[in-house]
């Protein structure tokens, strides 16, 4: 499949996409894309994406207390089912890549909307699909709360210990280590609700922390981390991919039709 540009001119004459032995790797930090499956030529490819000038994000920051209220409603009510309330399913090798405990109670997964997240939470849906950019339709497409335990709360589930004396037990964390996205054809949002102390993320050399109410965009084809050292308290954040602005409406379809098209006939492993 060749893709095209609005204008129907190449972008390339060279193989766009490459597939590593299991899918999986784990690369060393660098300040450039390393996408495990898939590279789209030609896209502007820097880290850290600029907020400023993005209307959507200020209508979602202007919102933060809805959002943040929808999340806790949903969260109390599957906490309050039988089943298990964690969207997150590890891959084959996937679980290496996290440590602590990590939930995900999910609008997208892997390009499928969610109805009961829809009954659940309307505004944030609602401002979700508002976003220009907002990326649901493709295999590669997530969006969901993102709920990244502290290492206290991990370790008292499995031990009994007294916190104000055995310091020793706090020399684990939650974190999910150094990875790359499959592709770089998304930009990834988040959009912190709850940021207890000792949380941090790092994309390529720059490393940020979040702050409540403030979103930030940036390339998860680069390598990056998370963490949250903390004592206590959860850190919450609505987590979202966006398209990446420079593919056109015809270059997105493209993309699109080609995934879904390998994913059917099993071809694409779960991403």
Known sequence: ??????????????????????????????????????????????????????KWVQRLEANRDVITNEFLTLQKKRHGLAKNSNDYKVYDKEHQLHQGHWDWLSYVTQGRRQADFVLQCPKTVEILESIPDFMAES????????????????????FDVNWETDHNFWGFLSSIKAHSAPCNIRLRCHFPLIVPEGCGIRVGDETRHWEEGKAFVFDDSFDHEVWHDGKEGDRVLLLFDLWHPDLVLKERNAVTEMFNDAKEKGWLKDY
Do not use: E
């Not at 490459?18 to 996408?35: I, L, M, N």
């Not at 495990?36 to 490819?45: A, D, E, I, K, V």
């Not at 295999?139 to 499995?158: C, D, G, H, M, N």
């Open 139 to 158: 295999p590669f497409a997530y969006s969901f709360f993102s709920i990244l335990k502290p290492k206290v709360v991990l370790l008292s589930t499995y």
């Open 1 to 54: 499949m060749h893709l095209h540009s609005q204008n129907d001119a190449p972008r390339c004459a060279t193989p766009i996409g490459a597939v590593s032995d299991d899918g999986y790797y784990t690369p060393v930090a660098k300040p450039r894309p390393s996408p495990t499956l898939f590279y789209f030529p030609g896209l502007t490819s820097t880290p850290w994406h600029d907020t400023n000038n993005l």
